[in-house]
């Protein structure tokens, strides 16, 4: 019977998409010959994925066929009617794919971002399960304060690990954790709360995100991202306050009665493994889920991989795929001058539409203040469960957190939290743009730039960019 009803929801569902997209041809006629469709100044695609959107926020127990249909309508959309887009061009570039294995400066299209999201996500997946079966979250509560600070310490925990593992991995062990110290009740505003320690505690540091990695790739020092984190220990001191509250109310931190726990170091070892191998590979390969997945076969020599959790995770990381494919073909060629407020704004619209490329929009501007863009294209994304890759891979644990209304009404301070670090970054140390490797602050055009309206006979010389010109030699 049950089966029989999920069937006719799926139908429903289905059904519905295909209504709005069937309502959606008519506005095809607003184009003119030989250009792209468009209703007014809006490009359709932009329509569309709006709709994707909204299908996400309303149909949250269909997340899936949702993003799914939304990606196969919106492919078709730019197939026929966008003749600058080439679909092989966008997923693997225009270079031999031999030469984009081998160097990883060469690589170009969706393809390594797909490929490597993929990995991530079913690698991470099961690294949790390994963590847990390691009985490590068993002897926590132990050891965990029983009241709300015992939530906030877990995401002290999360924030910290967050800086030096991918913050995918951070959010699966911290839920992980969560899901025993509390007994399998957790509120969905501490779950907001364990995406948003792990998207801030990556912000700052060049392997904690893949945003910030794609930055460091591009040229930018790894000292020009790490200012981020004063803001996020700003967001972090007031989302995790009302966040642990939040769980402690709902479900307080029970001492473990089992004293006899012994710990499989076995697991940890290849929990280890795995972690290590994601870092090594994030810097010289700019590939962490090869190392993630090189580090799974290596342990399974030593311990029983629990492969089971794989299926368990693709819809959702198929979801999440289809998301990124469709924010890529989004025409976002043109942002607004780079600046503070370009950057807070891109903050809020990275909690629905995908950072990454977002990211590589702005690297291609340049003239950003890269710590203040990644602390907002990083922690933004935590204002919504589909924002960030850290919270599509938890809620394949916690499907609850799917449904967009409740995650925004519980997870609150979340938003709150962004502003409030965003603004303390800004008033602490300002504006400051500097190099990545094709801009140069020398000469730049934006306003706010230390060396606006400056001319390079008017620099000492020798002098080449930002970092020159206020540490000289």
Not at 132 to 142: C, K, Q
Not at 229 to 235: L, M, R, V, Y
């Amino acid at each position: 019977m049950t089966s029989g009803k999920n069937r006719l929801q799926g139908i429903f569902s289905k059904k519905i998409l295909l209504s709005i997209f069937l309502m959606m041809i008519p506005l095809l006629t607003f184009a003119s010959s030989g250009s792209v469709p468009s209703l007014g100044p809006v490009r359709i695609e932009f329509i569309l994925f709006g709709l994707v959107l909204l299908g996400v926020a309303l149909f949250h127990k269909h997340t899936f066929w949702v993003a799914l249909t939304g990606l196969t309508v919106i492919l078709t959309f730019k197939l026929i009617f966008d003749p600058g887009f080439h679909f092989f061009e966008h997923m693997f570039g225009e270079l031999p794919l031999r030469e984009q294995f081998l160097d990883k400066e060469m690589r170009q299209g969706e393809w390594g971002i797909i490929l490597n999201l993929l990995g991530l996500l079913l690698g991470f997946a099961i690294l949790s399960k390994i963590f847990e079966e390691s009985r490590v979250p068993d002897i926590l509560p132990n050891y965990l304060p029983d009241d709300w600070k015992g939530p906030f310490l877990l995401l002290v925990f999360i924030f910290i690990m967050s800086a030096f593992l991918d913050n995918i991995a951070a959010a699966l062990i911290g839920g992980t954790i969560a899901l025993v110290v509390f007994k399998n009740k957790v509120h969905i505003g501490y779950l907001a709360a364990i995406v948003a320690a792990s998207n801030s505690g990556g912000a700052g540091s060049v392997v904690g995100d893949t945003t910030t990695t794609i930055m460091w790739i591009d040229g930018v020092s790894a000292f020009d991202v790490l200012h981020a984190f004063i803001a996020s220990i700003f967001a972090f001191a007031f989302f995790a306050w009302f966040g642990s509250h939040q769980q402690d109310k709902y479900q307080v931190i029970q001492k473990n009665s089992v004293t006899d726990v012994k710990i499989d170091w076995l697991r940890i070892l290849v929990v280890g493994m795995i972690l290590v191998g994601a870092i090594l590979s994030n810097i010289l390969y700019d590939m962490p889920a090869l190392g993630v997945w090189i580090a799974i076969l290596l342990g399974a020599l030593i311990i029983k991989i629990p492969w089971k959790e794989v299926p368990g995770s693709i819809l959702g990381t198929i979801f999440l795929l289809c998301l990124v494919m469709c924010a890529s073909m989004m025409p976002v060629e043109e942002l607004p001058n780079a600046s503070w407020g370009t950057a807070f704004a891109l903050g809020f619209l990275s909690s629905v539409f995908d950072n990454i490329p977002l990211t590589k929009l702005c690297l291609d501007q340049g003239h950003y203040d890269w710590g203040m863009l990644a602390y907002a294209v990083g922690f933004g994304g935590s204002m919504v469960w589909f924002g960030s890759s850290a919270g599509v891979a938890i809620t394949n644990k916690f499907p609850e957190g799917r449904n967009v209304v409740k995650w925004i009404k519980n997870g609150w301070h979340v938003a709150v939290a962004y502003v409030i670090g965003f603004f303390a970054l800004y008033l602490i140390l300002g504006w400051n743009p500097t190099d990545n490797k094709e801009h140069k602050i020398i000469n730049c055009p934006v306003p706010g730039c230390p060396m606006a309206n400056h001319t390079e006979d008017l620099l000492p010389p020798g002098t080449v960019g930002f970092n020159e010109l206020t540490f000289p030699k």
